[in-house]
């Protein structure tokens, strides 16, 4: 009977991970144990990715490496260059010249994954944004992320910035292990920044029973990403998901995947370890989304869905062209008119031809076109 019993929950657990996987689109992803390295679950594990906004642990771990040697201090205040107030969203809306202390930067990006607080770091610590993600990627070297290249420290799109999700666990670790004094930063909800509560964006670090907290990111070619950290009855875990389709997505599969490790249900080979598993990259990162300025591009070449190719110019080029044809009709009707023969019915066909344009069932739904195809386009915010 013990037999059959330990046949059954064997069976239950290989059940548990394969099902799901099946009903989710395309992702990468790796649950370890953060007690000691083993790998408890991964799919795709090393194959290469766009990591997002992760790309923010990276900055945070370089900050709290220059904060433990004393380089900088908690309420140390930095200034806000013009480079930083113009990142695009997630963001504080940081002018240039505001200032915001170091503590304030850490927690904004963590709650709010704050795109101009990154950059302020940044140039603070290594001068220049380029100068900083050139150290980052040296640093992600030296931590064994053999597959990870950084070009910037928010994580914005850019094709040479690429990772896997068994890199984003090691660094999660390391950043758990080497820095204990200020890992409680990631469990934060929200902060107080100049009088208003800002509330935290990460799901998993609010809901999920145990959570430790770690990093959101989303960017239309790498899908919705997802760092969590977990402790439940004594056992500690740390999970990476990446190219969830929607962020729903992206929290249901890492709960799935946290609570299958915590209940033991794991196909994990007793020996694999984070540190000895292949670190051979895998082809090139997958584009997730069809959205973006990558999205119709890679979409065509890929697919044969004619949506994404140019109809919106298309369409501009059509209502482009109503406006002259409008202008012309009206001044050849008006030039060869000898005023003093104008007849009632004249005037009339001239007032029609001119309103005609205007009126144009075609022409107002060209207009309501572009905005539906332009709606459709629209991507959250990045981070």
């Known amino acids: 009977m013990t037999k059959v019993k330990l046949a059954l929950l064997v069976l239950n657990a290989v059940w548990l991970f394969a099902v799901p996987e099946a009903s989710y689109a395309r992702h990468a992803a790796i649950i370890i144990d953060a007690d000691n390295g083993n ?12 990591p997002a906004s992760l790309t923010k642990l990276m900055t945070l771990y370089m900050t709290f490496d220059a904060l433990r040697a004393g380089q900088i201090h908690l309420h140390d205040s930095l200034t806000a260059s013009a480079h930083a107030s113009q990142q695009p969203n997630s963001k504080l809306g940081l002018r240039r010249g505001e200032h915001i202390t ?25 001068g220049t944004e380029e100068n900083f993600a050139s150290n980052m990627s ?7 992320m053999y597959n990870t290249h950084f070009m910037n420290a928010t994580g914005l799109p850019n094709n040479w910035q690429v990772t896997t999700s068994r890199d984003m666990a090691v660094l999660a670790w390391k ?49 919705f ?3 969590g950290a977990a402790h439940q009855n004594g056992k500690h875990l740390i999970g990476v ?10 929290y249901q599969l890492m709960m799935q995947k946290m609570d299958n490790g915590f209940a033991n249900l794991t196909s994990a080979e007793p020996t694999r370890n984070i540190n000895t598993m292949s670190t051979s990259s895998a082809g090139n990162p997958p584009y997730q989304l069809d959205c973006g300025n990558g999205g119709a591009t890679h979409a065509v070449t890929t697919s044969n869905r004619s949506y994404h190719k140019p109809a919106r110019k298309n369409n501009s080029r059509s209502i482009n062209k109503v406006q002259p044809k409008t202008i012309s009709r009206v001044r050849t009707s008006i030039k060869p008119i000898n005023k003093s023969k104008i007849q009632p019915k004249s005037i009339v066909q001239t007032k029609s031809v001119a309103k005609r344009p205007a009126k144009s069932k075609n022409f107002h739904k060209a207009k309501a076109d572009i905005k539906v195809k332009i709606t459709r386009k629209a991507a959250p915010p990045l981070g």
């Not at 302020?120 to 610590?125: G, I, K, M, N, T």
């Not at 040296?138 to 064994?144: I, R, T």
């Open 39 to 50: 790998v408890l679950h991964e799919v795709e594990a090393t194959q290469s990715w766009y």
């Open 102 to 126: 170091v503590e304030d930067a850490i927690l904004a990006i963590i709650t709010r994954s704050a795109n101009d607080a990154s950059v302020v770091l940044a140039e603070h610590l290594g």
């Open 138 to 144: 040296a640093k992600a070297h030296s931590l064994g």
């Open 175 to 223: 950043a758990q292990r080497n820095f204990p004094e200020y890992y409680h930063y990631f469990a934060a909800h929200s902060f107080n920044f100049k009088g208003t509560e800002l509330r935290g964006i990460n799901k998993f670090t609010a809901n999920y029973p145990g959570a430790e907290g770690m990093k959101t990111g989303f960017t239309c070619g790498s899908g």
């Open 225 to 227: 990403n997802l760092i």
């Open 241 to 250: 998901v990446m190219g969830g389709t929607t962020s729903k997505e992206r």
